[in-house]
């Protein structure tokens, strides 16, 4: 069965900007959670929606932001870009019906804020 | 607040030896840890899990010790294998915040031919 996809791969932008990451989860899976990834702050989770609504929330300013649709893609949103926002950008599927904890993660998109 | 700490952000094994890494945790109400593996450019994959009920779980060369009085655990590799070079994240979770994960920063194991 086809993965977690994530679109674009690479994303260059500039500063003050807004950008949309999108992610289609495994078929089937309900949950999606989206991690940012720097060398020095690791997996810093943002969001997680489950059923189009979101569940779980990190400290992340208001500039981020994310929904899930019904099909249960889901897409994130940057706005006001900042050269601190450059980053991977992870996004995660999983069944979330309390017993299989596995997530199953895509490539990620590599944002670069210039 | 580190809750899930990877204290050793490095670590070179030779092929064929046992890779250690250590994960240490705060949070006594985590129950359930997991072990993912990242290679450049692609998402961490997971690796093995072990819920709180267990002190130990295998699949294969992977091994998952849990110490839940010192809120460690451990990832024993054996025997490792240039191919198991990647970072490493230790991530735990708990019902009581729906099941969100908490991660380490990583340990980057290189394993020398």
């Known amino acids: 069965k086809a993965g977690v996809t994530q679109t674009p791969r690479y994303l260059i932008k500039t500063r003050g900007q807004q950008v949309t990451l999108s992610c289609s989860p495994i078929s089937g899976h309900r949950s999606v959670s989206w991690y940012q990834q720097t060398p020095g702050q690791g997996l810093q989770f943002l969001f997680e929606?489950?059923?189009?609504?979101?569940?779980n929330k990190g400290n992340f300013p208001g500039r981020f932001s994310g929904r899930q649709f019904s099909n249960s893609r889901s897409e994130m949103n940057v706005s006001t870009l900042e050269l601190g926002d450059s980053a991977l950008y992870l996004c995660?599927?999983?069944?979330?019906?309390?017993?299989?904890?596995?997530?199953?993660f895509g490539s990620g998109t590599r944002l670069t804020v210039v | 607040d580190q809750q899930v700490k990877q204290n050793s952000p490095s670590l070179s094994v030779q092929e064929g030896r046992i890779s250690i890494l250590n994960c240490d945790y705060t949070?006594?109400?985590?129950?359930?840890f997991l072990w993912y593996k990242k290679y450049p450019a692609e998402g961490p994959t997971f690796l093995i899990s072990?819920?709180?009920i267990k002190d130990k779980n295998e699949d294969g060369r992977f091994t998952v010790f849990l110490n839940k009085s010192a809120k460690h655990l451990s990832l024993h590799i054996v025997p490792s294998q240039p191919g198991d070079s990647a970072v490493y994240f230790c991530?735990?979770?708990?019902?009581?915040?729906?099941?969100?994960?908490?991660w380490g920063l990583g340990t980057s194991l290189a394993v020398n031919p």
């Open positions: 072990i819920s709180s």
């Open positions: 991530a735990a979770s708990n019902a009581g915040n729906n099941r969100k994960l908490i």
């Open positions: 929606y489950f059923s189009e609504t979101q569940r």
């Open positions: 949070n006594s109400m985590f129950d359930y």
């Open positions: 995660a599927s999983s069944l979330a019906n309390g017993k299989n904890y596995g997530y199953t």
